[in-house]
């Protein structure tokens, strides 16, 4: 089994920054795709960013420029810098990581999520 634990989180004021972190553990063989959504009270959740093992990474078009995904692929962790925090980023925040097992079975797996609330 593979767990995620999320840290970093918190109540700023817009402008400000915050960092999200998310470290893997368990039974992992490969770490391939690991990502971070966010589900605003009453929205559907929706992808912010994600990053390959190779380090490719997408973004949703509202926080391009604003937001950068990043890992390290050798402690199991991915990080998110939020940059320029508007009121609308208010959500909760999930890490997703999606990879293989040492049994060769695939893991898709979500954190718990942490909260980031941005005030005006």
């Known amino acids: 089994q593979v767990q995620l634990v999320e840290s970093g989180g918190g109540l700023v004021q817009a402008g400000g920054s915050l960092r999200l972190s998310c470290t893997a553990s368990g039974s992992i063989f490969s770490l391939n795709r690991m990502g971070w959504y966010r589900q605003a009270p009453g929205e559907q959740r929706e992808l912010v960013a994600v990053?390959?093992?190779?380090?490719?990474?997408d973004y949703a078009d509202s926080v391009k420029g604003r937001f950068t995904i990043s890992r390290d692929n050798a402690k199991n962790t991915v990080y998110l810098q939020i940059n320029t925090l508007k009121p609308e980023d208010t959500a909760v925040y999930y890490c997703?990581?999606?990879?293989?097992?040492?049994?060769?079975?695939?893991?898709?797996?979500w954190g718990q999520g942490t909260q980031v609330t941005v005030t005006s």
């Open positions: 997703n990581a999606w990879g293989l097992l040492i049994t060769t079975t695939e893991f898709d797996v």
């Open positions: 990053i390959s093992s190779g380090g490719d990474t």
